[in-house]
Nanobody, 124 residues
Framework: QGQLVESGGGLVQAGGSLRLSCAGT????????MGWFRQAPGKEREFVAT????????YYSDSVKGRFTISRDNAKNTVYLQMNSLKPEDTAVYYC?????????????????WGQGTQVTVSS
């Protein structure tokens, strides 16, 4: 019924920046909470950031707070993750996710729709 497609990943040096995009297709996600998660090899999927459907509330993991910013443009059916001051430990596949609801969600099992992921690699 709907899919999410991430883009914007790549290779960047420590201290650099990347902006990830996640575009929804097949349905509108304007009334969904959106989230970003990441997963490094051998590790479980980790919460990064989330934003409510209205965009009025955001929530971040402590590891990225102050460095990453989540935002959304419902007219474009797209959510973004601006990543600044990147560190090697930020290296992972980044996934966007969507969940119907008026709250914000930070657990993987709370999300219904997932993208395929985009690789972010931060070199030392």
């Amino acid at each position: 019924q709907g899919q999410l497609v991430e883009s914007g990943g790549g290779l960047v040096q420590a201290g650099g920046s990347l902006r990830l995009s996640c575009a929804g297709t097949g349905r509108t996600f304007s009334s969904y909470a959106m989230g970003w998660f990441r997963q490094a090899p051998g590790k479980e999927r980790e919460f990064v950031a989330t934003i409510t459907w209205s965009g009025g509330t955001t929530y971040y993991s402590d590891s990225v707070k102050g460095r990453f910013t989540i935002s959304r443009d419902n007219a474009k059916n797209t959510v973004y993750l601006q990543m600044n001051s990147l560190k090697p430990e930020d290296t992972a596949v980044y996934y966007c996710a969507a969940r119907a609801g008026s709250y914000y969600y930070s657990r993987s099992y709370e999300y219904r729709y997932w993208g395929q992921g985009t690789q972010v690699t931060v070199s030392s």
